[in-house]
């Protein structure tokens, strides 16, 4: 887990794979490296050890908005894309143009617009 832990802090080809770009690793690694190197750690801990809930995508009858970057190596669109399917009232994924892992982070304004569209549909 610190390994992990301190390839982010240190910018790897990790934090690139998340992030798309050298701009956006340049923009956020700043950020990373102010936090403390154990709360970065046990977050990732957390998402790694994570239980698969996917078997109980069906029970889920919320809206649901799927957004998804289509240069996103670590889980690719159809990832996402299935995601949608599996959610009954997902609407169908949105996906960004040559976005990578994190657009929340790094296509804030765009991913924003979704929500505030998705939140206004489901008042």
């Known amino acids: 887990m610190a ?3 301190d390839g982010f802090a240190a910018g790897s080809a990790v934090l690139e ?3 798309g770009s050298r701009a956006a690793e340049a923009h956020w690694l700043p950020r990373l490296r102010r936090l403390p190197g154990e709360r970065l750690s046990r977050a990732v801990g957390v998402l790694m050890g994570a239980d ?4 109980r995508f069906g029970e889920i009858t919320a809206p649901a908005l799927v957004v998804h970057g289509s240069a996103d190596l670590p889980i690719p669109p159809e990832s996402g894309v299935a995601l949608a399917a599996a959610l009954p009232a ?3 994924v949105e996906v960004l143009d ?3 892992h994190t657009p929340l982070v790094t296509h804030a304004a765009e991913f924003s ?3 505030q569209r998705f939140l206004k549909a489901h008042r």
């Not at 698969?52 to 078997?55: E, I, K, L």
């Open 52 to 55: 698969s809930v996917a078997r």
């Open 17 to 19: 794979l998340l992030l």
């Open 113 to 115: 617009a979704l929500l």
């Open 90 to 92: 997902a609407e169908p």
């Open 98 to 100: 040559g976005v990578a």
């Open 3 to 5: 390994q992990i832990r």
